[in-house]
């Protein structure tokens, strides 16, 4: 190994002995070191036991490779086989109300040319519309209310419609089989509100006028108390004045209390 650094040659150059006591000759300065012996046949077989091993490397990888693209193509098919079969599990199971949800859905659009009927909506409007096929829970409810009363219901049924509509048809169908109440008992029940609601309204009057009387009866005689030379029979009449009010306000508050009861 001749290590002489030459311009357009290789730093480090295999010679023969000749050639490499030539090229000291030349170069004095270029160190020389001795190559190991190694026969032609050893160096072929490092080559083929190394290339044999980058072989058996690359042959490990690609197979490596197809058992992870094996292992995918293998998930992706249990993946697919997995969901036809819950999904046809499932499509056979809800067979009765996919079909059921269909007939529904045409029954529902052929009522909407009934649903924007002139007639039909002003019916719908006072709680007089007549009930149809693909209604649902709700719309049955409040069809048999009027609009102004959607709030007020909303709020009472709770969002129990199921239970709402089941009681509506019982009391339908005892109203059915019991009849209609007569118009005279219909009368005298609203004679009957109107006159307690007069009653109560009178005794409302009476009671706040009481009350007022009392307020000034219990004014007057604090004023008095507070005030410097009023004579003591004065103030003890105030006092039984009072008195007086504030047990007839009282009276009267039971009495009121009595007819809003």
Same mark, same amino acid.
């Given at each position: 190994l001749v290590h002489d650094h030459l311009p357009d040659k290789e730093p480090i150059r295999k010679l023969c002995i000749p050639c490499a006591e030539e090229a000291v000759e030349a170069h004095p300065e270029a160190k020389v070191e001795d190559m190991p012996y190694e026969?032609?046949?050893v160096l072929d077989w490092f080559a083929e036991k190394e290339a044999e091993k980058q072989r058996l490397a690359i042959e490990a990888e690609f197979e490596e490779r197809k058992r992870e693209a094996k292992? !995918? *193509?293998d998930t992706r098919c249990a993946v697919t086989i997995q969901r036809v079969f819950r %999904?046809?599990?499932s499509r056979w199971n809800? !067979?009765?109300f996919v079909a059921e949800r269909k007939e529904w859905l045409n029954? !529902?659009?052929?009522?909407e040319g009934k649903r924007?009927?002139?007639l039909y909506m002003a019916k719908l409007l006072i709680g007089l519309a007549p009930e149809l096929e693909s209604d649902t829970l709700y719309e049955k409810v409040m069809k048999r209310y009027p609009v102004w009363k959607k709030d007020f219901i909303t709020d009472i049924v709770h969002s129990e419609w199921t239970a709402c509509h089941k009681l509506i048809e019982q009391h339908e169908s005892h109203q059915k089989a019991q009849g209609r109440t007569p118009l005279s008992v219909h009368s005298k029940e609203y004679a009957k509100m109107a006159q307690l609601k007069v009653r109560v309204k009178a005794r409302r009057r009476v009671e706040l006028k009481a009350r007022k009387e009392h307020a000034k009866a219990q004014e007057a005689y604090r004023n008095a108390r507070s +005030?410097? %030379?009023f004579s003591s029979s004065a103030k003890d009449a105030l006092? *039984? +004045?009072m008195r007086r009010l504030h047990a007839d306000h009282e009276k009267k508050k039971a009495s009121l209390t009595e007819a809003e009861d």
């Open positions: 026969p032609f046949i292992h !995918r *193509q %999904g046809s599990q809800n !067979r009765e029954q !529902r659009h052929l009522d924007h009927q002139l +005030t410097v %030379g006092q *039984q +004045t």
